[in-house]
């Protein structure tokens, strides 16, 4: 059996035709007899709440990109020394800071 889909539609016809129609309540007195009464489908509505945490780092977010890194003249010059060959390392430092590093990780 072949069958062929001429368009797609994320809500099947028959459940579209439904949700155009309105619903009948049935309504009654108490003595037996109903009254019918149209209710008109209500469209649902989603709705996101945040914390506190949440919308302040957003806003820490949003200062971060709009203020930059702060550093980029420093990172040019670094740049500029390295590719000149004039950048000299302080292997004194650089040790002392990872001997410190490896003590706080407390492998030392």
Not at 52 to 62: D, F, I, P, T
Not at 65 to 84: F, H, I, P
Request: glycine share 8%.
């Amino acid at each position: 059996m072949n069958s062929k889909i001429d368009s797609y539609s994320a809500v099947p016809a028959a459940l579209s035709a439904l949700s155009r129609t309105p619903i009948k309540n049935a309504t009654g007195s108490g003595d037996g007899s109903t009254e019918a009464t149209s209710v008109e489908p209500v469209a649902r509505v989603d709705s996101v709440k945040l914390t506190g945490n949440a919308v302040q780092l957003q806003k820490s977010e949003q200062s971060l990109a709009s203020s930059g890194s702060g550093n980029a003249d420093r990172v040019a010059q670094l740049k500029q020394a390295v590719s000149s060959g004039s950048y000299q390392v302080d292997s004194k430092a650089v040790s002392d800071k990872l001997l410190h590093m490896n003590w706080q990780l407390g492998a030392g």
